[in-house]
């Protein structure tokens, strides 16, 4: 793990929908073990376990060992960063128009 | 055991003693990064603890379990101004300082026997925004965020 994750190794963390899942996932439910991560991606244990890595490298999971278990966290906190730095500064009505505006063409187009 | 357990880590660009001193006994530069909030204790294992809400009011209280500064300091919590997180009894609050480098790894965990949890489910809304505060005003002087809950979302 680097001593200091950047935010290039974060948003490259981000950029996979396995990975994606993965944080979603432990959103669900926080703490949960490899073997309970396999179950719910069609993957092998070590594509997993990589992709565990590298969120783990982004700083995005955080593990805690409970006694022979692994478990694994979200870390909610540099997407609060990202959230802060790309997202609370533009303004907010003006992305909730847009927001409102695409629902409703692609719902007429759908 | 049910057990409801949340996990922050965020890396900081200063010292171990800077940052323990921000998480402890520095209460003014406490209340900048944690929207008015400070907490109040000697920081000795034993010792009561308590926070301070921005009008005076206690929220929250307990008693400090271990303290190795600048390394590890551990908090027996419990929230006592709503009944229903008060009612969920004590909480315990893990907080790690590890170097890395440049910077120091803070690890907060939080952890309460019992799932789920509204104590946990409230706490961890806002630890985020409090380490992310504290990093910024560390590294740069300056905070990120002044209201905990900002456009309109205050409730």
Known sequence: MPDQPDTDALFKALADPSRRRLLDLLHEHDGRTLNDLCEHLDMTRQGVTQHLNQLEAANLIATMWRGREKLHFLNPVPLQEIYERWIAKFEKPRLKALSDLKKKLEKSHG | ?155
């Open chain 2, 1 to 155: 055991m049910a057990r409801s357990t949340f996990v922050y880590v965020t890396y900081i660009r200063t010292t171990p003693q800077k940052l323990w001193s921000a998480l402890t006994t520095d209460s003014q530069f406490m209340q900048q990064y944690w929207f008015g909030v400070h907490c109040e204790s000697q920081w000795k294992p034993g010792s009561p603890w308590k926070m301070v809400q921005r009008d005076g009011n206690i929220s929250d209280s307990g008693e400090i379990l271990e303290a190795d500064p600048p390394r590890r300091l551990v908090i027996r919590w419990q929230h006592q101004l709503m009944p229903a997180l008060k009612a969920e009894g004590e909480s315990r609050c893990t907080l790690e300082l590890e170097p890395s480098g440049p910077a120091v790894k803070l690890s907060i965990t939080h952890t309460i026997e019992r799932e789920p949890s509204v104590l946990i489910e409230k706490v961890s809304g806002g630890w985020p925004k409090i380490m992310s505060n504290l990093k910024s005003l560390l590294e740069t002087g300056s905070i990120v965020l002044d209201d905990a809950y900002p456009a309109g979302r205050k409730d």
